[in-house]
């Protein structure tokens, strides 16, 4: 965020156009190929971005014009997102050339409910003090 601000300033003081983008899951594998080896569960795997994906929008990103600042999210066309990008496609044109739903094997399935329980527990734990006056 510190970046985002840094650039809104520079591109306000300066008239030098600054576009910076909330990167979604890329690996350093070869390839990188989603699935559920990606230590993030489904959710690494909802905002995964594709190479070629990440390669267009930084194209599009220095070739469009008239726009002075913009912070836009960036992951390729992933069922079950719950990063909306929009803003991305109409501002720059992104349009993602790629995809990935989201496979859930045991091992995913486990941890989603182990996270779940905890947030249900936290949830009652906050519910608890506030009903003491905590």
């Known amino acids: 965020m510190f970046g985002e601000r840094a650039g809104g300033s520079f591109a306000a003081r300066t008239g030098i156009s600054f576009i910076a983008f909330r990167i979604?899951?890329?690996?350093?594998?070869?390839?990188?190929?989603?699935?559920?080896?990606?230590?993030?569960?489904?959710?690494g795997q909802q905002i995964w971005l594709s190479d070629r994906d990440l390669c267009q929008v930084m194209k599009r990103a220095?070739?469009?014009?008239?726009?002075?600042?913009?912070?836009?999210?960036?992951?390729?066309?992933?069922?079950?997102?719950?990063?909306d990008i929009e803003a991305t496609r109409k501002t720059i044109?992104?349009?993602?050339?790629?995809?990935?739903?989201?496979?859930?094997?045991?091992?995913?399935?486990?941890?989603?409910?182990?996270?779940?329980?905890?947030?249900?527990?936290?949830?009652?734990?906050?519910q608890f003090a506030m009903t003491e006056g905590w």
């Open 62 to 83: 220095v070739l469009v014009e008239g726009v002075p600042f913009a912070v836009l999210k960036l992951v390729s066309d992933n069922p079950g997102t719950r990063w």
């Open 93 to 126: 044109g992104y349009e993602p050339q790629d995809g990935h739903t989201a496979i859930v094997d045991e091992r995913i399935r486990k941890n989603e409910e182990a996270i779940q329980r905890t947030r249900a527990l936290a949830q009652d734990l906050e």
């Open 24 to 43: 979604g899951w890329c690996q350093r594998e070869p390839g990188n190929r989603p699935g559920p080896h990606m230590s993030q569960d489904t959710w």
